[in-house]
C-alpha cells in the first residue's frame, strides 16, 4: 500500500513509517500530519466507546482478547480490562476488525437530556466601508439569512465604525441600540452588566439568558432584515484622515455577547471590512493619512507604533475565544491592508475562515460565504463545532507538541515530552472547529528511559470529539501501529515521506519566522538540508560529483529549493496582511494542498495529445503551448505567443478550427474543477506570453535562463539574480560530502 492509499484509510502521513528504537537523529523530526476528518467511509456505532480504564485507550483492532474471561488487554498500557458483554469470534464489534483503523461513535443522548443549543452567528459589520461596497454585502447578507441559514440558529447583528452599535432584535414598535465607545476595552462582566443580562441560574447551564440581542432566526427574522436593510455607510470620501474604526473593540463586545448569553459549545463571529483599526485596541494605524501603514520593514526594525501592543491584545483575545468555542472568521475586503497581521492568531487558533479580496462584489468573497453556509439533506449546517484532539500512545513514544489550527490544554501525562514544539506541554488539544480539510501536524520523540526492541509494534491512538452542525457529539477514534527498527535499517530510509517532511519542516519555518528575519530562517533551513543530505546521501568524501540520493530522498531538496524562496519565507514585494494569510492558511492544510503551495504544478496543452505536467521552469514556456499553473491561492491560464495570436484572430470561432477551439477549452475546464472545492475560492488568471499579467507565472518558475546566461537555447528569460535549482543543488552536494 502507497502513501496516499494508506492516507486514505487512516487520514496519517508519517514523515518517517519506520521509527529507530535507539532514538537517532534523523534531522527531520518524527512527526505525523493527522486530518482527522479526512477519511469519509467509516463506521458509525450507536453506542459509547469502551475505554481503558487506566490510560483511557479506546478499544481498537490491536486489542487481545479473551473470550472465556470477557477480558480485554489493553494494547497500549498492557492492563486488563473487563468485557460489559459476551463476546467471541463470531460476534465481534467493529472497533475489532482489523479492517477497521478508524470508527465513528454516535450515541444516542438519553432521553431526559435536555436537547443540545442551537450554534450562533454574530455578524460584525464596518460601517466605514464605501457605500458601494457596503450595499453589495448587505445584499449577500440578506441573500444568505433567507435561503441558506437555518431557523432555529441563534443570530446578532453589530455594526461599528468609531463606536460599536449592538442591534435589539426582539420585536418593538421601533428600533433600538446599544452604544459602546470605541476607544474603551470592557471586559466580559462589565458588557454583560452593561446589557442587564442576569446570571443565569446553575440548573439551566446551557439555556440562552433572556436577553434582545442573540435570538433564533425564526423569531427575529423581520427585525434582523429591517436592521440589515437600514444600515448605512458613515465613509467619508473627501476626509483627509483615514475612516475610524474601532475593530478591535467591537470583535470584543462580540464575543462578551456571546460569553454572556453561554454560548459555549459552538459559536461564529463574522468579521466584514475594508480597512484598518484606527480607534482603540487592536489599533493599526493612526487616521492621519501622513502615517504610513506598517510594513515588514517596519515589523522588523520595531518601528511599527502600534504592532506589539495590538497582537498582545488579540493574543488575550485568543484565549478567550478558545475557552468559550467561539470560531472568528475574518472577511477583508479591500485594496489596502486591514490588519490581518494582527488579528491573525485569533483567526488561526479559533480555526476561523481568513479572506482578503478586493472587493465585496468579488466572485471570491460571494463563493467563500455561500461554501460556509453548505447545508446537509437534514437541513444541518456542514460544520463541526468544539472540538478536542486527545493522543494515547504505547510508553515508548512521547508528544512534544503540535502546529496548526488548535491550542493546547495543558494535559500533561507520562506521555507528554519536556521538549515541546508549537502547541506542548499536553496530550490534549482544543479546536473550536474542524473541516474535512482541518490537519494539525504532531510532534513526537523516542522515550530514552524505555528498553525498545527492534522488530516490535508502537501505537498511536487519535481521540477526535467534536460537535456537529446539528449540535450532536461524536467521537471519532484512529489507531495506526508502525514498527521500531535498528539504527541502520535499510527500512527507515525506506518508510520517508518526503512530501510530509516538506510540509512538516514548512510548518516548523513559519513557526521560527514570528521570531527570526527571514534571512535567519533560509540559513535555519539550508543547515538543515545539508545535513540531511550528508546523513543519507551516498558519496565519497570530498568528491561532489559522486553524491548520490535515492529516490525516496531524491525530491526533498528541490521542495526545500522553492520552499526558500516562497511567499511563506521570503516576505519581499508581500504585505505583512499577505504574509499572514499565506501562513495561516500553510499552517491547516494537508500534504497534497500544501506541496502545491510550497511547489506549484504546470500542466501543458498541445495539439500533440492531453495534457501533461511539465518542469516548474522557465524552459517550459512556449509560443506554441497553453500552460495551466496552479499555486493553491491562484490559478493561472497562460497562453503562448503564436497561441494568443491565433486566438486574437478569431481561428476558435471558425468550424474549421474545432481542435482549437478543444485546446483553448481545455485548460477552462481543468481549471474550474481546480478551484472548485477549495475554500477561499483561488483566483483565476488568464494571461498571454510577455504579457504584465505572465508575472504570476514568471516570479514561481525556476530561473535557470536569466539575463546572466550564455545560452539560452531560444528560451524566455528571467531577469533576476537568484540561484537556480541547478546552481543550488550543485553548492548542496559540495557541502553535503564536505561531511
Known amino acids: 500500500m502507497d502513501l496516499l492509499e494508506l492516507e486514505a484509510v487512516e487520514g496519517l ?15 527531520i523530526p518524527l512527526s505525523i500530519m493527522c486530518s482527522p476528518l479526512m477519511v469519509s467511509e467509516v463506521p458509525i456505532l450507536p453506542y459509547h466507546p469502551l475505554l481503558c480504564s487506566r490510560c483511557a485507550a479506546v478499544l481498537n483492532p490491536y486489542a487481545r482478547l479473551d473470550y472465556q474471561s470477557r477480558i480485554w488487554h489493553c494494547p497500549f498500557c498492557f492492563l486488563r480490562n473487563p468485557f460489559p458483554r459476551p463476546i467471541a469470534d463470531t460476534n465481534l464489534p467493529a472497533e475489532l ?3 477497521y483503523s478508524t470508527v465513528e461513535y454516535s450515541p444516542s443522548p438519553p432521553s431526559s437530556s435536555p436537547p443540545p443549543p442551537p450554534p450562533a452567528f454574530v455578524f460584525l459589520v464596518d460601517l466605514s466601508s464605501p457605500d458601494d461596497q457596503l450595499l453589495s454585502l448587505k445584499k449577500d447578507l440578506l441573500l444568505l439569512l433567507h435561503h441558506h441559514f437555518p431557523d432555529h440558529a441563534l443570530v446578532a447583528l453589530l455594526t461599528f465604525d468609531s463606536m460599536v452599535y449592538l442591534h435589539h432584535l426582539a420585536s418593538s414598535p421601533c428600533s433600538s441600540l446599544h452604544l459602546f465607545h470605541g476607544s474603551r476595552h470592557l471586559s466580559s462582566n462589565q458588557i454583560r452588566q452593561f446589557l442587564n443580562i442576569g446570571r443565569p441560574h446553575p440548573l439551566h447551564h446551557g439555556h440562552t439568558p433572556k436577553q434582545d440581542f442573540l435570538l433564533p432566526f425564526s423569531e427575529c427574522e423581520f427585525s434582523i432584515t429591517s436592521a440589515i436593510e437600514d444600515i448605512h455607510s458613515t465613509f467619508d470620501s473627501t476626509s ?17 455577547l456571546l460569553e454572556s448569553c453561554l454560548v ?6 463574522m468579521l466584514f471590512t475594508s480597512g484598518p483599526a484606527t480607534i482603540g485596541p487592536g489599533i493599526v494605524v493612526d487616521s492621519d493619512l501622513r502615517q504610513p ?45 486591514v490588519g490581518a497581521a494582527e488579528l491573525r492568531q485569533p483567526v488561526e487558533q479559533s480555526g476561523g475562515f481568513m479572506i482578503l479580496s478586493e472587493s465585496f462584489e468579488s466572485d471570491q468573497f460571494k463563493k467563500c460565504l455561500g461554501h460556509m453556509f453548505k447545508s446537509d439533506n437534514q437541513g444541518h449546517l456542514n460544520m463541526n463545532f468544539d472540538a478536542t484532539i486527545e493522543i494515547v500512545t504505547t510508553k515508548d513514544v512521547q508528544i512534544c507538541g503540535a502546529l496548526g489550527p488548535c491550542v493546547s490544554l495543558h494535559r500533561k501525562n507520562s506521555l507528554v515530552s519536556d521538549a515541546e514544539v508549537g502547541q506542548g506541554g499536553t496530550s490534549l488539544w482544543k479546536l473550536n472547529t474542524l473541516t474535512h480539510k482541518t490537519c494539525i501536524a504532531f510532534f513526537f520523540q523516542v522515550n ?22 446539528n449540535m450532536g457529539c461524536r467521537k471519532r477514534v484512529t489507531t495506526a501501529a508502525r514498527r521500531w527498527v535498528a539504527n541502520h535499517s535499510a527500512d527507515i530510509a525506506a518508510g520517508f515521506d518526503q512530501e510530509a517532511a516538506a510540509t512538516v519542516m514548512a510548518r516548523l519555518a513559519i513557526l521560527r519566522a514570528q521570531e527570526c528575519h527571514p534571512r535567519d530562517v533560509i540559513r535555519w533551513l539550508d543547515d538543515t538540508l545539508i545535513r540531511f543530505t550528508s546523513k543519507f546521501g551516498d558519496y565519497v568524501p570530498e568528491d561532489p560529483s559522486s553524491f548520490r540520493l535515492s529516490s525516496n530522498f531524491s525530491l526533498y531538496p528541490q521542495f526545500m529549493f522553492h520552499l526558500r524562496r516562497s511567499q511563506f519565507i521570503d516576505v519581499c514585494n508581500t504585505t505583512p496582511d499577505e ?13 497534497v494542498g500544501s506541496l502545491i503551495m510550497i511547489q506549484p504544478t504546470l500542466f501543458q496543452y498541445s495539439f500533440d495529445g492531453p495534457p501533461v505536467p511539465v518542469l516548474l521552469d522557465i524552459r517550459s514556456v512556449s509560443p506554441d503551448f497553453i500552460l495551466l499553473f496552479d499555486s493553491f491561492f491562484y490559478v493561472v491560464i497562460h497562453h503562448g505567443s503564436k497561441i494568443a495570436q491565433w486566438r486574437k484572430l478569431g481561428y476558435d470561432k471558425d468550424p474549421n478550427h474545432e481542435n482549437f477551439r478543444k485546446l483553448l477549452e481545455a485548460p477552462e475546464l481543468d481549471a474550474e474543477q481546480l478551484v472548485a472545492d477549495r475554500v477561499p475560492v483561488p483566483r483565476i488568471i488568464r494571461c498571454d506570453q510577455h504579457s504584465s499579467q505572465a508575472r504570476f507565472l514568471l516570479a ?11 545560452y539560452t537555447d531560444g528560451s524566455d528569460i528571467i531577469f533576476t539574480d537568484e540561484m537556480s535549482l541547478e546552481v543550488f543543488l550543485d553548492q548542496l552536494q559540495v557541502l553535503a560530502v564536505q561531511g
Open 13 to 27: 502521513r508519517w514523515t518517517w513509517n519506520s521509527w529507530a528504537a535507539e532514538g537517532t537523529n534523523l534531522v
Open 97 to 99: 476488525f482489523p479492517t
Open 240 to 256: 483627509a484622515t483615514r475612516p475610524p474604526r474601532c475593530t478591535g473593540t467591537a470583535i470584543s463586545v462580540a464575543l462578551g
Open 264 to 269: 459555549t459549545t459552538g459559536s461564529r463571529i
Open 293 to 337: 501603514i506598517r510594513t515588514h520593514h517596519h515589523i522588523f526594525n520595531n518601528q511599527a507604533r502600534h504592532h506589539a501592543n495590538s497582537c498582545s491584545f488579540y493574543n488575550q483575545l485568543s484565549k478567550r475565544l478558545s475557552d468559550a468555542s467561539v470560531i472568528l472568521d475574518l472577511f477583508a475586503c479591500s485594496l489596502d491592508q
Open 448 to 469: 530514552q528511559r524505555q528498553r525498545i526492541q527492534p522488530g516490535s509494534a508502537f501505537l498511536i491512538q487519535f481521540i477526535t470529539r467534536y460537535r456537529q452542525g
Open 579 to 591: 504574509t499572514a494569510f499565506f501562513r495561516l492558511m500553510l499552517n491547516r492544510e494537508g500534504v
Open 700 to 710: 514561481k518558475l525556476n530561473p535557470s535562463v536569466t539575463q546572466n546566461s550564455t
